[in-house]
C-alpha cells in the first residue's frame, strides 16, 4: 500500500465504492451511510503497516457491517406497514453504462436480493457484481473459501431463477415514460392502458405516511384506478435517473411525493415500484456517486 497517502485519503478513494457495496447489502442509503461511518471509525484507528490491501481491507469491514445491520433490520422489516421497497437515488445518467452496476442496483433486483439470506446476499453482491476474490469474500462473511464457492453457486441459480428482464434500452424505455407521461397529461385512458402489461403488477410503498396499497396490484385496470384515486395523473411529473434507469418524479403543490420505477418489457409496462414513504425520498437532490471501482 502507499506510505504517502493519509487515512482520509484512502478512504475518500474508495468511498463510492463502499457505499455502493453497503447499499447493495442493505437497500438503504441512510443505513448505508451508517455502515460507512462505523467503518471510517475503524479504519481511522487501524495499524496501517499492517494493511496490505485498502480496498480488500475496508470491503471486509463493510460486509461484516452489513451483514450485522441486516440482521438488526429484521425486526424492524417484520413491523413494516405494507411492501417495502429500497430506497431511491438519484443517480447521474452515466450509472446505466456500466451495465452490471445499473442491473444490480435496480429496484427490481433489490427486491430479489431481499429475498436471500444475510450471507448469501453478501457473497452474491461481492461475487458478481464487484468480482471479489473467493478468499477475500470468505474473510468477510467468516466462511471457508470452499464454503463460499457453495453460497455462491446458490444465490446464484436463486437469483437467476427470479431476476427479472428488463432487456431494453435506456432509450427506449424512457420513450415508453414519455408516452405514460403524455397519456396522463391528457387524461388519455386508452393510450395508459397501451403502454401498461395487462398483467402489469404494482407495488407501493408508504411505509405507514402516505396512503399505499397494503399488497401488491395486478392487472392494468386495477393500476390505473389505484393510482387515479391516490394521485392527480396530470401533476407535475418528470423522468430523471433512479438507481441507474429512468423513473418518474412526481410533485403535488410543488413537494415531492413519491418516486415510480419501473420495469419494460416487450414495450409495455409489467413492474411499477411507487414509493411515498417520506423517509426515503431524501436522496433524490442531488445524483448520488455509485461505483464499482476504486476513484482517485
Do not use: C
Not at 165 to 171: F, H, M
Amino acid at each position: 500500500m502507499s506510505t504517502t497517502d493519509s487515512p482520509t485519503d484512502d478512504f475518500v478513494a474508495h468511498r463510492n465504492l463502499l457505499f455502493t457495496v453497503a447499499y447493495e447489502m442493505l437497500g438503504s442509503a441512510a443505513d448505508a451511510e451508517d455502515v460507512l461511518q462505523e467503518t471510517w471509525l475503524r479504519w481511522a484507528d487501524v495499524a496501517r503497516e499492517e494493511v496490505r490491501d485498502p480496498r480488500a481491507y475496508l470491503v471486509r469491514v463493510v460486509t461484516r457491517q452489513s451483514l450485522n445491520k441486516l440482521r438488526g433490520n429484521a425486526r424492524r422489516r417484520e413491523d413494516y406497514v405494507g411492501p417495502w421497497l429500497p430506497e431511491p437515488l438519484l443517480t447521474a445518467p452515466d450509472v446505466a453504462d456500466d451495465v452490471v452496476l445499473a442491473d444490480s442496483v435496480s429496484t427490481a433486483m433489490l427486491l430479489v436480493l431481499e429475498t436471500l439470506p444475510p450471507v448469501e446476499r453478501a457473497v452474491f453482491v461481492l461475487r458478481e457484481v464487484f468480482a471479489v476474490e473467493y478468499d477475500e469474500i470468505a474473510a468477510a462473511v467468516d466462511k471457508s473459501p470452499a464454503a463460499v464457492r457453495q453460497i455462491a453457486h446458490r444465490a446464484r441459480s436463486h437469483v437467476e431463477a427470479r431476476r427479472p428482464r428488463n432487456e431494453v434500452s435506456r432509450d427506449f424505455a424512457e420513450q415508453v415514460f414519455q408516452r405514460f407521461i403524455a397519456a396522463a397529461a391528457t387524461g388519455d385512458l386508452q393510450g395508459l392502458m397501451d403502454v401498461l402489461a395487462p398483467d402489469v403488477v404494482l407495488i407501493t410503498d408508504g411505509g405507514g405516511k402516505k396512503s399505499s396499497a397494503l399488497r401488491p396490484i395486478v392487472g392494468a385496470e386495477k393500476v390505473l384506478r389505484f393510482l387515479a384515486g391516490v394521485y392527480d395523473l396530470s401533476s407535475k411529473v418528470d423522468v430523471v435517473t433512479v438507481n441507474g434507469t429512468p423513473a418518474l418524479r412526481l410533485e403535488l403543490a410543488g413537494e415531492l411525493e413519491a418516486v415510480v420505477t419501473f420495469t419494460v418489457n416487450g414495450g409495455v409496462i409489467t413492474d411499477a415500484y411507487v414509493v411515498r414513504n417520506p423517509d426515503k425520498l431524501g436522496r433524490l437532490g442531488a445524483a448520488v456517486e455509485l461505483a464499482r471501482e476504486v476513484t482517485r
